[in-house]
Structures are given as structure tokens and as C-alpha cells.
């Protein structure tokens, strides 16, 4: 069984730093690019940050460039996305998948950011 279990969510300040993990299970996780993605009420679900299987190269969206960090652990099978300087509309649902084609969408993990 695919597994994509996102933690680390929380309410925190504006300013404020959160670590969000991606722990996968059920496919060959190294072969693939992943990335993140949020959803903020009324809004579509975006893309925030992507990661090559393993060459070390990433993007991130302009809302969040320079104040989010990707990375991966292709022997631990998890992806993490570090997050400062955090601001109230970076409050939204993260949720992390593949970018070739998306797997069922998980439950996400909140993240609230507070003024």
C-alpha cells in the first residue's frame, strides 16, 4: 500500500519556524521527484517546493523562496520541508506527493500562522 504521511504542522507567529516531514512507504522512493503543495481556504491547491530524486535539484514557488528549505532522505524514505520566517498566508493545508503523477492525496497537515 502507497503511504504518504505528512507531519509537523502547527500554530505558530508570524516570524515563526515549523519543520514539516513527508514519511513514505509502498514504492521505490528514490525514483521519483516530490514535492510539496498547500491549500489555503478558498484557494486551489499550489505547488511550494520540489526535489529531484537525486541529483539535490529543487524549486520553490516565489511566495515562499528564500524562506523555505526542501530536502530529503532517500534512506529514511522522507522528504522534509523547513519553513521560517513564516507569515499569515502561508496558512494553509500541506501535503506533499509525487510530481510525475499523484498518488491519492493524504490528509495533509495544518499549518496556522498567526498575526
Known amino acids: 500500500e502507497v503511504q504518504l504521511v505528512e507531519s509537523g504542522g502547527g500554530l505558530v507567529q508570524a516570524g515563526g519556524s515549523l519543520r514539516l516531514s513527508c514519511a513514505a512507504s509502498?514504492?521505490?522512493?528514490?525514483?521519483?521527484?516530490i514535492g510539496w503543495f498547500r491549500q489555503a481556504p478558498g484557494k486551489e491547491r499550489e505547488g511550494v517546493s520540489y526535489i529531484s530524486s537525486s541529483d539535490g535539484s529543487t524549486y520553490y514557488s516565489d511566495s515562499v523562496k528564500g524562506r523555505f528549505t526542501i530536502s530529503r532522505d532517500n534512506a529514511k524514505n522522507t522528504m522534509y520541508l523547513q519553513m521560517n520566517s513564516l507569515k499569515p498566508e502561508d496558512t494553509a493545508v500541506y501535503y506533499c506527493?509525487?510530481?510525475?503523477?499523484?498518488?491519492?492525496w493524504g490528509q495533509g497537515t495544518q499549518v496556522t500562522v498567526s498575526s
Open positions: 509502498g514504492f521505490t522512493f528514490d525514483d521519483y521527484a
Open positions: 506527493n509525487l510530481l510525475i503523477y499523484k498518488f491519492d
